[in-house]
């Protein structure tokens, strides 16, 4: 089944405790990208990247990291958590084209304490 | 600016018609994507509109103007599984896309 896994689905930590959300597709998509979700606001987009070893900020990228080192996964990283990144994340694929339609994950819900 | 509008929330009658309003600024156009959201779930894809006019796709359809930067979707034959937020979407110059708020809609018997 064509899917965009990510992993975990909750996720409560302590200020500055390293974290990685995990994301995974099987569709051989080129584009991965990570937003964020946060009540009365779009998608924001945190960081995409076009293909392999090619990662790019988008509109929140402060406090968070990604790579791409191999085409199937894009992790996220939040070297030191703060509360204000208290929110639900998803990662998303698709295949090169701005008419392409997005994959989403599940969804991440991160609650930082 | 690049900026998407749509309500915030909206109720219908199950059976009624409802239609979603999207206004947008953007840099160039590559296209106007509509997503549909459950609570607690991720966004799934409705639709993508590139040229005027209006797609339909069941009981759901969707329309584009490029000279007014609008878009509507239109729900018919409401159902209580159609209750859900819905994203509109555009690309914007470096071909990400730019996200409105979402608009929530109620389904009331």
């Known amino acids: 089944e064509a899917q965009v896994t990510q992993n975990p689905r909750y996720l409560i930590t302590v200020t500055g405790k390293k974290l990685t959300v995990t994301c995974s597709q099987n569709?051989?998509?080129?584009?991965m990208s990570w937003y964020r979700q946060d009540p009365g606001l779009g998608l924001r987009q945190i960081y995409y990247s076009m293909n392999v070893e090619v990662t790019d900020k988008g509109d929140v990228p402060e406090g968070y990291k990604v790579s791409r080192k191999e085409k199937r996964n894009f992790p996220l990283i939040l070297e030191s958590p703060s509360p204000n990144q208290t929110s639900l994340y998803f990662c998303?694929?698709?295949?090169?084209?701005?008419?392409?339609?997005?994959?989403f994950g599940s969804g991440t819900q991160l609650s930082v304490l | 600016g690049q900026n998407i509008d749509q309500p915030t929330e909206m109720t219908a009658t199950e059976g009624a018609i409802v239609q979603i309003n999207c206004t947008y600024q953007?840099?160039?156009?590559?296209?106007l994507f509509w997503y549909q959201q459950h609570a607690g779930e991720a966004p799934t894809f409705l639709s993508y509109?590139?040229l005027d006019g209006l797609e339909e796709k069941g009981r759901f359809s969707s329309f584009l103007s490029r000279s007014k930067g609008y878009s509507y979707l239109l729900l018919k034959e409401l159902q209580m599984k159609d209750s859900a937020s819905y994203l509109c979407?555009?690309?914007?110059?470096?071909?990400?896309?730019?996200w409105g708020a979402g608009t929530k809609l109620i389904i009331k018997p």
């Open positions: 998303a694929s698709r295949r090169q084209g701005a008419n392409e339609k997005l994959f």
């Open positions: 979407a555009a690309p914007d110059s470096n071909y990400q896309l730019i």
């Open positions: 569709m051989n998509h080129e584009y």
């Open positions: 953007t840099s160039g156009f590559n296209g």
């Open positions: 509109n590139v």
